[in-house]
């Protein structure tokens, strides 16, 4: 059964698009559930509401939207482990990994994740939350998060939040504010961050440890989007979506029979020693290229993607992933696959072309996603407002001048001995593909000193692995092993 209470902690409001629409600044919703997790009944609370953001000078400037779940019949709750969860975009809102992946309810969808009516969500019989609480924040104009005008009517600079450095600043500040509130210092304490997200929570490990002094046992990338990769172009960038483009060709039974009758992972080794060894360099000599080396290059690509020589060479080595979801089926079906999962399909006006008309993929997911978040937050966790809920929201113009949050990872991690990072990617992402994603980790410690605090985990999925529901039990088992084994254990925090 299910009981509702309100704890209204100010009565402020902010006016969001017009004067007849208001949200609470500085409310919490509480609700109690229980959910059977692992084949044991676990209680639990859940608070949906805002809490604001302070600017240096201790004004509110904006207030975020919040849902927590607190585990209620768990002795040791006092230092359970808590999971703070972003999702990315710049620009998404956290319904992602809120109703999917890690809490205790997820989308009414079929085994592999396609959308099923009547929309809505169930049972999570896989959620972390028997061993951890969780926090699904939402960056401001994301869900219903906003920002707070003054006094005067005057809406803080976008400067404040749009960009990596200010997001990644005033998310600490509020997660300081939170775990205050929540009485969650002594809490083992873990950030998670799917796509932009895992380039927010590599930021957030030095920024929480150095300005909010708050330390924590773990990092989790889910899909990365490192831009150190994915914005740089050219030889890097290319040759690392080779075996993104072999895993989605072997899905879509495209390779030749030698490889098409092989297990995917026995595939993927060989091609990621020719994207290292052959094809970077390759690409790397553009121009100068001998004509006989690009060829064989072409040749064995061509083996790789189920793309032809032709096409490969008229690309001259440097196939975009937009042109690969374009054209790999051109010639079986006219159909498009999708970038962030390439097992979805697209139909699209017409065949020719170099990019797909839309995403096959995020379409689908949003069929699912939006009418089941905005139900389940009226419905089961009490809270109504006539504000729209932003699956995506206006970020302006985001600034990504000086990002150095892969080095704030490695510094994270060497000032704090109890600090690991799991990584979580499925082979079928076209977006934050999979090996670049390990790339990535291999670059965080270029010294190999830490090396072992460091684990990959890839599944037969895209960029959303946790929607197809045996990789939802797997993923979330991986969890449960990673704050497992980076609790201290009573040992000291020391080299």
Request: charged letters at 20%; hydrophobic letters at 35%.
């Amino acid at each position: 059964m299910k009981y509702r209470f309100l704890i209204l902690l100010c009565f402020s409001f902010i006016f969001s698009f017009a004067q007849d629409l208001k949200i609470p600044i500085d409310t919490a919703y509480v609700t109690n559930h229980s959910v059977t997790i692992k084949g044991k009944q676990i209680t639990y609370t859940a608070e949906t509401g805002f809490q604001p953001v302070w600017n240096t000078d201790g004004k509110m400037i904006a207030s975020l939207y919040y849902t927590y779940y607190k585990r209620t019949n768990d002795t040791n709750n006092k230092i359970r482990p808590i999971v703070y969860s972003f999702n990315g975009g710049p620009g998404s809102a956290s319904l992602w990994m809120h109703i999917a992946y890690t809490g205790p309810k997820v989308l009414n969808i079929d085994n592999e994740g396609y959308p099923i009516q009547p929309y809505g969500v169930k049972d999570n019989p896989n959620s972390i939350l028997d061993v951890a609480d969780i926090v699904f924040i939402n960056p401001v104009n994301t869900g219903y998060s906003r920002k707070v005008a003054d006094k005067d009517g005057k809406m803080p600079d976008d400067k404040l939040f749009f960009g990596v450095n200010a997001d990644i600043k005033y998310l600490a500040s509020w997660m300081n504010t939170f775990s205050t509130r929540h009485n969650k210092w002594q809490s083992p304490k873990y950030i998670i961050g799917e796509s932009y997200g895992g380039t927010r929570v590599m930021g957030l490990s030095l920024e929480l440890q150095n300005r909010q002094w708050m330390y924590l046992n773990g990092v989790i990338l889910v899909s990365p989007a490192d831009y150190k990769v994915l914005r740089v172009g050219g030889p890097l960038s290319s040759s690392l979506n080779l075996p993104y483009f072999t895993a989605a060709a072997w899905y879509h039974n495209m390779l030749a029979p030698h490889l098409q009758n092989k297990d995917l992972l026995d595939i993927l080794p060989e091609v990621e020693h020719f994207a290292i060894n052959d094809l970077m360099p390759a690409i790397a000599k553009g121009g100068f290229i001998l004509k006989e080396e690009k060829n064989a290059i072409a040749k064995q690509m061509s083996y790789y993607s189920g793309l032809t020589e032709k096409v490969i060479l008229q690309q001259n080595l440097d196939v975009s992933t937009r042109f690969f979801w374009k054209a790999l089926l051109r010639e079986k079906t006219g159909e498009t696959i999708g970038r962030l999962d390439s097992r979805y399909i697209g139909i699209d006006k017409i065949e020719t072309g170099s990019s797909p008309d839309y995403s096959a993929e995020l379409t689908s997911w949003l069929h699912s996603f939006t009418p089941a978040i905005n139900y389940y937050i009226q419905n089961e966790l009490g809270f109504k407002t006539d504000v729209k809920y932003n699956v995506f929201g206006n970020m302006g113009r985001w600034d990504d001048s000086n990002d150095n949050t892969r080095d704030n990872l490695r510094q994270a991690m060497a000032q704090n001995p109890y600090l690991k990072v799991l990584t979580q990617s499925g082979y079928y992402d076209g977006a934050t593909t999979y090996f670049s994603a390990k790339y990535s980790q291999w670059q965080i410690d270029p010294s190999g000193k830490m090396k072992d605090r460091f684990s990959f985990k890839a599944y037969r999925s895209g960029h959303m692995m946790y929607l197809r529901n045996e990789d939802l039990i797997k993923a979330n088992e991986d969890l449960r092993e990673f704050i497992a084994n980076s609790l201290s254990k009573g040992q000291s925090a020391k080299y």
